[in-house]
């Protein structure tokens, strides 16, 4: 899956290198360190199987609300004649249910689990900073640095939180 992206650069390109055997190493060694990690960080919690479907659940939910927030942009763009086509009403109310819907599913998962997705994302941004400068444009343009600054933030009080015992894995 990391190669993938990064041949279609949305990765770095050191991940999409294939070796002799056409094996895209460098990809599959970070693939399982990070599923090594995760499996040693599952040896600490008291249910595995729950943290791990629970965390897989949360770290979906924020990618889904920036989608939904990213459709009602469109649509509402579009409903005022800015886009490719003209939006009904109609898709700007689906897309303003859907954000709700998203949001009230990250607010029902818990904020710990929330704070835990973001202890996982703020690392990562690493990586699309890379991808950014090897394609020869800015690390964040437009809003993106404020959802940085703010999963850096999460990650943060993640951390703490996880420090200071008010979560637990």
Known sequence: MLSVAANERDMPCFLGKLNRTD???NAVLLTSVLVQGMLVILLFAEDA???ALDL???LTLIPFLLAALYAVKVA???RH???ERRASGRDL???VLAVA???FLVFAAGWHFLLL??????PATILFVMARREQGRKAFEGREPVIFALSLLGALLGVVALGAGWIHL
């Open 23 to 25: 094996v895209p190493v």
């Open 49 to 51: 199987l729950d943290l």
């Open 56 to 58: 897989t659940s949360s």
């Open 76 to 78: 509402y763009a579009a």
């Open 81 to 83: 004649g800015q886009g």
């Open 93 to 95: 109310l689906t897309s």
């Open 101 to 103: 819907y998203t949001a």
């Open 117 to 122: 997705s973001f202890i996982i994302y703020a």
